[in-house]
């Protein structure tokens, strides 16, 4: 692990000879002849005579029917006046006996062919210089390249820098399981291996061997990263941090054999850890897929297995992986003996939400009015990478207003703009504005009434993003089972802005397109896949999986008949219809309270809990069921 091979900014050789030649032959030209400097004009015959008769011309140069000229002082002899020392004519072609008589008395100097100082090697040298300029140029950006590439792969120090792709030296992380806040599970998992990689000796002593690999997987943003630098950390040990794209080269086996490097390097230095990220890039499913074939990817998979089950002597040497796609990982990596340990990182709860933003808030002037419960409720399905760019934005809207605090305000802002963009100035005309307002009420008023829906947050009618509008709800408690009840109330909320519009305007816009998306998935993963439909009972009839990479099916053949889905579809139908009918119910029973709604939030455009409330007064549960459950789920 040099740090000395990096390529010298140093010019090609042929460079300096270009630019020498070509000062040299310059210099040789403006000193021995100053007074190519003139300009020449070429002037007729007749004027050239008069200039013989005037005494003015000292010297002629004859190339045939040409004549060059040189004059003894500035004349006049440009076709706009212009003055100069030299010019140029022709001879008439049936010659002219009287001129050399007539220039031997007037004492011109007369030359043929060339004129003094002038040579034959300098006209081919000035004939030769584009060509040299040119071939200089090819040299130098074939030099070039070398040292890029070609270079690279030219000398033995070139070769390791480019086959080696730990030619960055390897780091110990000053990150610790203590910066990593939540995924207690996950840390849990990973903590024993300090314990091993400090005294790997105590567990050969009783057969234990350490696990070949541990692969990381989870959603984006989740810490997987993190937990592996925290790991290396605590342990103490070497680091080498490499993404699996950097093995994948256009040259046929250099990612096996950078593998190769990486491996050796790593046992060298062992206790060590080395860190794969995203290695799904090269470790999808062999031998399928468009055209299938031995290509260079399918090397260095194998080149990894064959390194993971590989390690002679058993060194301490523990290989993590990341990635948010192990469906598609080859069989191989997954089985003992390769990736024999799989820690799966969630999304955070809502506890470890609150402790990621005292972390990520830890070196942050806050306000004394912040709640990061409130806010921690606020972002449900947030990635701790989620919640450090809302801290960001927060810091950054307070910094914009000059505040000296974060203020909870500034995390509400924050969180409408990671959730649905920032606050767009659009000119809504008052019917538009009216619709708006009558839709946005009708989510409100479903989400008020219905006893398992989603805590009221905030409804707003400024447009954020693509929305024009929003009502936003905080599960208090978050759920990990979707009971049908529940659904059925969200599908109410989703399908009760649509139904306001029905009932109190009597036509229908398109502002219900994702609430009608969004209910139509549910309603059908209820019915496909969740059997809650009486119809259909407890059958799988979902659709095909869905590969966005390639190296599974496809396309995989539909498992039920076309009946099936006929029935499938006439069920979701239904239970959005129900969903529709239940939501123009409350609405009918509830219309002053709704009316109430739709005319503050035209005046305020914003309306929190507490104003909702107000608009709506004593809360009246409905419910299908015997008993209302007291809790809200997301």
Known sequence: MNDNHQPKNQFSPWIIYVVSASIFIILYSVILRPAALDPIYRIPYSEFKALINENLITEIVLRGEIVDGKLEHLVA???????????KTR??????????????????????????????????????LPWLIFLGILVWLFQRT???LGGRLGGSDGIKDFLDPT??????????????AGQENAKREVMELVEYLKNPDKFRRLGAEIPKGILLMGSPGTGKTLLAKALAGEAVVPFYSISASEFIEIYVGVGASRVRHLFDTAKKSAPSIIFIDELDSVGRTRGAGIGGGHDEREQTLNQILAELDGFSGREAVLVLAATNRPDVLDAALLR??????????DLPDRKDRVAILKVHTKNTPIDESVDLDTVSAGTSGFSGADLKNLVNEAAILAARRNENNISMQDFEESRDKVLMGAERTLVIQPEEKHRLAVHEAGHTIMAYYLPLADALYKVSIIPRGRALGATEQLPEHERQTLPEDYLNDRLTVMLGGRAAEKALLGTLSSGADNDIQQATQIARAMVSRWGMSDDIGPVDLRDSEEHPFLGREMAQPRHYSEHSAEVVDEAVRQILINAEKRAIEIITKHRPQLDNLISALEKRETLHKTDIEKCLGPRELHSDNKKIATLNFK
Not at 336 to 345: A, I, Y
Request: negative net charge; hydrophobic residues 40%; proline residues 8%.
């Open 77 to 87: 002899i440009g076709p706009k006046g212009e003055e100069s020392r030299r010019f």
């Open 91 to 128: 001879v008439p072609s049936f010659g002219d006996d009287a001129l050399l008589p007539e220039l031997e008395e007037k004492g011109v100097l007369v030359w043929v062919g060339e004129e003094p100082g002038e040579s034959l090697w300098l006209g081919f040298i000035l004939g030769l």
């Open 146 to 148: 070398g040292r890029n």
């Open 167 to 180: 030619s960055k030296k390897a780091t110990i992380p000053d990150v610790t399981f203590a910066d990593v």
């Open 336 to 345: 003992p003996g390769r990736f024999d340990r799989h820690v799966t990182l």
